[in-house]
């Protein structure tokens, strides 16, 4: 599925699973969450282990990203039997912690469905307190600025959050997808574009978390 220019809903979840966790279980949890892609609601639906955590300290280890037409498909989704079943029956035994962030992207450019192997950067931000919409704003448009500057992105997405009961106070958040990590890791090593545009922001926020993703191939689950 694509899209030339449309608007979408992402939704983010992050999860922490018990350490002592056997791999059998997480195995069978990720099956069921990759599973749920096949509901009527669901654009796109991926879900894995974190690549890598840049700067979070509440050290999640797995990420589910989904894609939805609308925010009454997501209100489906959450609600549908099938994925009440996956959550109490094969995710609620084994996690310690998650959080989710939900935002509108206005004007998504390129596919829908991000490719298997895709490199996915997260970065969810909680501004310092007292911080009302004309601070949200200046950093929406610098996140938008970084947007212009990344040559080898594939496609960005970004907005305020609009689910705040599982955010932790969290309000901003943004998803970049490059071809493969070889890209994302290349503007790791020239850090200057990026790190000048987070100047401008750096005083309105209270904590920043970041963390590296890549999207695993398709997989057949039963939902039954």
Known sequence: MSSSSSQIIEHVVLFKVKDETE???????LSGLNGLASLDQVLHLSAGPIHRDLSSAFKFTHMLHSRYSSK???????????????????????LEDLMAVDWVADD????????PGSAMRLTIMKL??????EEKAKILGAIGDIKDCLGSLNQM????NFSPGRAKGFSIASV????????????????ELVQLQRDKVRDLLD???VLDYVVPPPQSASLS
């Not at 009454?72 to 084994?94: A, F, M, Q, T, W």
């Open 176 to 191: 970049a997808i490059f071809p493969g990590l070889n890209e994302l890791e290349a503007l790791d090593s020239n850090p």
């Open 207 to 209: 904590r920043v978390i």
């Open 108 to 115: 998504l450019s390129g596919p829908v469905v991000p490719r």
């Open 72 to 94: 009454e498909d997501l209100s489906g989704y959450s609600g549908h039997p099938s994925h009440l079943r996956v959550v109490k029956e094969l995710g609620s035994p084994i």
């Open 23 to 29: 791999p059998a279980k997480v195995s069978d949890w």
């Open 157 to 160: 997405t970004y907005g305020g």
């Open 128 to 133: 310092k307190e007292g911080l009302g919409d």
